[in-house]
């Protein structure tokens, strides 16, 4: 059974720092493509960075730039999101997806519905 489980959401100040995890199961990440995506309430989802594990290749939203890095650990089938200078507009339900199926692509995007594999989420909510 394939699965991804996040972990390490929280309640932060503005300005603090929070690492995300999302653990696979069932499946390598070794040359996936693997992306992180956002919702907040009455938002839509939207993508803040992925990396193909093929290429090492990464993109990242505008929005945390400068300020989120992806990163993984292929030792432990893990995906890495760490969150510096967060803000409370950072504050959303926090999910991994991956791209199981097919040919393992060089590069990522941020097209949801081209990712076969999510995670249940994880809360981050940056308020005093």
């Known amino acids: 059974q394939l699965q991804l489980v996040e972990s390490g959401g929280g309640l932060v100040r503005p300005g603090g720092s929070l690492r995300l995890s999302c653990a696979a199961s069932?499946?390598?990440?070794?040359?996936?493509?693997i992306g992180w995506f956002r919702q907040a309430p009455g938002k839509e989802r939207e993508g803040v960075s992925c990396?193909?594990?093929?290429?090492?290749?990464?993109n990242i939203a505008t929005s945390v730039k400068g300020r989120f890095t992806i990163s993984r650990d292929n030792v432990k089938n893990t995906v890495y999101l760490q969150m510096e200078s967060l803000k409370p507009e950072d504050t959303a339900v926090y999910y991994c997806?991956?791209?199981?199926?097919?040919?393992?692509?060089?590069?990522?995007?941020?097209?949801?519905?081209?990712?076969?594999?999510w995670g249940q989420g994880t809360q981050v909510t940056v308020s005093l």
């Open positions: 990396m193909s594990n093929k290429s090492g290749s990464t």
């Open positions: 069932g499946f390598s990440l070794d040359y996936n493509v």
């Open positions: 997806a991956a791209v199981t199926k097919g040919v393992p692509d060089y590069y990522c995007s941020f097209y949801g519905p081209g990712y076969d594999t």
